[in-house]
């Protein structure tokens, strides 16, 4: 009995393959690979404006700070709702300091060097306001706090209105808070500082004008970072989706390549 053929021969099976049916260079590959590259842009782009909006943020406060400058001075402290439309404006008010109950806002930085910022309780008229008196370096020992003695006689002060110091990750405060005068504390909130002085304080501080006596290191500013920096990121951003842009044509030039030679081969074969 003569050995039947069988119905489908492997030279059967490479005639009929289609370009498409080809390892490698079916239409699913570049499928997943457009998906990807979208899924990429959206991430890339997003960030990116993200960054410009935080740099535009940034250009529009040193605006403000430069602006608030030349204002006239305000007399008398203002409302907490009122405040922040009288961001960085100056202040001229009269009274003492309490030098009794003063803070040191630990693991605040200058020029690379660790200390505090010193905050001194200010009593104008029957309010008590946070003045700013500037950095203080921190001793190697921390044990040791620096020393920030300072009169109580009447006298009148210029500083600008700001918020207070805040972190971008904020921490519970440690439970073994020092009860000690000067009190140590790290990034408080104006509740905490009100609820530690036992009395009502504005949720902001003043910080003390750089010509005004008995202050420490004040070089103010009002950003951390430069709009610089976000554009540098938004710049990276964008660069990623231009490089995921040519490494996307790239696969897709390799694909097509490929495509040709096969169809070209299957031709010949045929």
Avoid at 56 to 66: G, H, N, P, S
Avoid at 108 to 122: E, I, K, R
Wanted: with cysteine; proline share 6%.
């Amino acid at each position: 009995m003569s050995k039947g053929r069988q119905p489908y021969s492997a030279d059967e099976q490479r005639a009929s393959r289609q370009p498409d049916d080809a390892p490698g260079i079916g239409m699913g590959r570049p499928a997943v690979a457009t998906v990807m590259l979208v899924a990429l842009l959206s991430l890339f782009f997003a960030a990116g404006f993200w960054q410009l909006d935080r740099a535009a943020e940034k250009q529009q406060i040193l605006d403000r700070f430069a602006t608030a400058a030349g204002g006239e001075l305000i007399a008398s402290l203002v409302p907490d709702d009122t405040a922040e439309a009288l961001r960085f404006r100056g202040f001229s008010l009269t009274g003492r300091y309490l030098p009794e109950r003063q803070f040191l806002l630990d693991n605040m930085t200058d020029g690379g060097s660790s200390g505090y910022q010193v905050l001194t309780p200010f009593q104008t008229g029957d309010r008590l306001v946070l003045v700013n008196r500037g950095w203080v370096a921190a001793n190697a020992d921390r044990s040791l706090l620096p020393s920030i003695a300072v009169g109580g006689e009447t006298r009148t002060i210029v500083g600008r209105l700001n918020d207070f110091p805040a972190p971008g990750l904020r921490l519970e405060q440690p439970a073994n808070i020092n009860q000690q005068w000067p009190r140590r504390l790290l990034f408080p909130t104006a509740e905490q500082l009100e609820a530690a002085l036992g009395v009502e304080l504005p949720g902001y501080q003043l910080q003390l004008d750089p010509g005004e006596p008995d202050g420490y290191l004040r070089r103010w500013q009002a950003v951390d970072s430069g709009p610089e920096k976000h554009l540098g990121y938004a710049f990276q951003w964008f660069s990623f989706a231009v490089l995921a842009c040519i490494f996307y044509l790239l696969l897709m030039r390799q694909w097509f390549k490929a495509r040709r030679i096969y169809r070209h081969q299957q031709e010949t074969q045929t």
